[in-house]
């Protein structure tokens, strides 16, 4: 069965500080996976999908089959990061973590 | 732009009530989802169609059902509303090839008290 971890409910950080949430999947076949955010009082959006290899608003992730993960990072965050954020695994389901709420601290 | 609407924005319900929650999208997807969003527990899947009159069970379906008759509007019904259903749903579409990258609905707040 395909899961996805995200083994930090909580992460708090000061601005400026880089940034990392942790991603871990299980899946059989050949993964694809995504970042969604979720800004105070928007709806969930996607941010960025493995394939696309692309980085938004300074946000990358790396997509790791040998330690089967896909952490997002970010070198310096700002204020404006503040959010809850949800790693998805494709597949017929698609396949979400529980989220990771980011603080991010003036 | 891609459009997912939902009935309500908030809605307050009575225990054994039943209720509809609706939503409509706009970009003619044939994927609909409905998920609850609670705190530490993230999103789980309540149901899903990827056809018109299609509906296929999720991770949590018990309590619940759904009604898609058109392909813009995909319908959760709780036949009879308890309080352990108080949450956040969240509607999602996308296209049939990319059933991960789904747009989602600003969501309807329901307590059931």
């Known amino acids: 069965a395909q899961r996805v971890t995200q083994p930090e409910k909580l992460l708090s950080v000061f601005k400026g500080a880089p940034v990392e949430l942790k991603c871990n999947y299980s899946?059989?076949?050949?993964?694809?996976l995504f970042w969604y955010v979720q800004y105070s009082r928007q709806r969930l959006q996607l941010l960025l999908r493995?394939?696309s290899r692309e980085s938004i608003k300074g946000f990358t992730a790396d997509l790791n089959k040998g330690e089967t993960s896909f952490h997002l990072k970010k070198p310096f965050a700002q204020e404006e990061d503040s959010a809850m954020y949800y790693c998805a695994l494709r597949g017929r389901r698609p396949t979400f973590g529980r989220g990771t709420s980011l603080i991010v601290h003036p | 732009d891609v459009k997912v609407t939902q009935s309500s924005r908030y809605l307050v319900k009575r225990t054994g009530e039943k209720v509809f929650l609706e939503c409509v999208q706009d970009?003619?997807?044939?994927?609909m989802f409905w998920y609850r969003q609670d705190p530490g527990l993230g999103l789980r899947l309540i149901y899903f169609?990827?056809?018109?009159?299609?509906?296929e069970k999720g991770d949590i379906p018990e309590g619940y059902s759904v009604s898609r008759e058109k392909k813009e509007r995909f319908s959760l019904i709780l036949e009879s509303a308890s309080t352990n259903q108080t949450s956040m749903y969240l509607c999602a579409s996308s296209f049939p090839d990319r059933a991960t990258e789904q747009y989602f609905g600003p969501g309807t707040r329901l307590t059931v008290t």
């Open positions: 493995h394939i």
């Open positions: 169609s990827y056809d018109v009159k299609m509906k």
């Open positions: 970009m003619d997807h044939e994927n």
């Open positions: 899946y059989s076949g050949s993964p694809e």
